[in-house]
């Protein structure tokens, strides 16, 4: 059956872990988390919304739309950056000190965007300054979903691995809420003043969160396996070992499979997260208030279905699960977008809610679970790091670009966007696939 099932127990040696500890892990985790995708989500929505009007005033609006949606992509070329620096250190010196450095960089570029100038009163050194944070952004984001699922993972019972982990993936979705809410209250703004100085609040508002993250961070402990792999690798002489040289050394199948495997949830998750938005909004013209709308109501679908299938994965097997929710959406990426096209709120609110609940919640709910198990204790973070942000750099960022040049290209019909979904998501499915069939390893090593 699935050689990927995590049937194993914890690191063997592995002190035992209470209740307590575990939900102040998950915890910690899971609000870095929400950090991360809300500035992410928030600059997503503000991208399709309104930093074309601030920060890019000179060009026609397909162009200003492309050029908003470059620089949510350009937060992306650091992350595998990020991802591979400070997640060296997470497998060398400890995953908390990375963890906290990680939200510390967050918050501060996202607070910065908040604080920035726009176009009409600096010039070119707006959008050049706006670039700048997002590199910020994206270096520290890099490692913080690798960083919290292998926290989570190594603190958890082996066998509740996809349960615990897919609280990530809804954490992703609750960031993507709350930035959605936040700009719904914006848009019962006049839009003069929202362009002055509404657009500013929600990204102020993740210095709040990012206190919050912070203070939980610090009391954190390391988790058991990792002291004990350290332990090990110093009883063993392996102590000065690179973990991205061991990582491609001994894991280099791993790592491909692992960096495959995230293709179509990627796309689909950036699709829905960032791109749709715009897409019912500029192209099909629906009332923001309904565009907003039905993505908090699909959100909220996923946020409740991903830790769902997520503790089904743990019973039947992580690719079998991860599996099917790549197949679900290579078949419903053409009833997605029938019915956003249909530019009805309620059909909308129908398609983007079972994208969500089955598409990402299928995907996302095995991931974690399933990442973790493709690496050994002592380069877990920077496995998932590697895999993980490479694919981030190459499809999650450009995914909104791509998929508004794919409309702009079709003259507004969504079937390039179609058939780009359809691809991503059948690499997920042979990969995931191949990892089943290869006897990838499956337990704590």
Known sequence: MTTIQSTAIHAPDAPAI?????????WAATVGTIIEWYDYALYGAASGLIINKLF??????????????????????????????????????GRKPALVFTVALMGFSTVAIGLLPDFNHIGIAAPLLLVLCRLIQGFGA??????????????????????YTSYLQSATIVGI??????????????????????????????ALLFLVA????????????????????AATRRENRVPLGELLRNSPRETLLGFLAVTGHNANAYILNAFALSYMTNTLKMPRTDSLMAVIAATAVGVVTTPIIGAISDRI????????????????AFPLFALLD????????????????????????????????????????????????????????????????????????PRLVILYL????????????????????????
């Open 18 to 26: 209470d209740a307590a500890n575990i939900r102040k892990a998950v």
């Open 342 to 413: 249909t530019g009805n709120a309620v059909l909308a609110t129908v398609g983007m809610g079972l994208a969500y609940g089955l598409g990402f919640g299928g995907m996302a709910g095995a991931q974690g679970a399933f990442l973790a198990n493709l690496f050994p204790t002592r380069y877990r973070f920077s496995g998932i790091a590697f895999a993980r942000e490479l694919n981030s750099l190459l499809i999650a960022g450009p995914t909104p670009f791509i998929a508004s040049a794919l409309v702009a290209m079709s003259d507004g019909s």
């Open 142 to 163: 890099g490692a913080e979903y690798a960083g919290a699922v292998t926290l989570v993972s190594e603190y958890v019972p082996a066998s509740r691995r996809g349960y």
């Open 56 to 93: 890019f005033p000179q060009l026609s609006p397909v162009a200003g739309v492309l050029a908003a949606f470059a620089t949510f992509a350009v937060g992306f070329f650091t992350r595998p950056l990020g991802g591979l620096i400070i997640s060296h250190f997470g497998d060398k010196v």
């Open 422 to 445: 359809i691809i991503c998501c059948t690499l997920t499915a042979v990969s995931v696939w191949a990892a089943r069939g290869r006897g990838v390893n499956t337990g704590a090593r």
């Open 317 to 332: 097997g992580y690719a079998k699960v991860f599996l099917s929710g790549a197949v679900f959406m290579m078949l419903f």
């Open 214 to 233: 912070l203070y939980i961070r610090n009391r954190l402990d390391e988790t058991p396996e990792y002291v004990v792999a350290m332990e090990k690798a």
């Open 177 to 206: 809420l709350i930035a959605t809410f936040s700009f719904l209250a914006l848009s019962a703004m006049p839009e003069a003043d929202m362009l002055s100085w509404g657009w500013r609040i929600p990204f102020l508002f993740s």
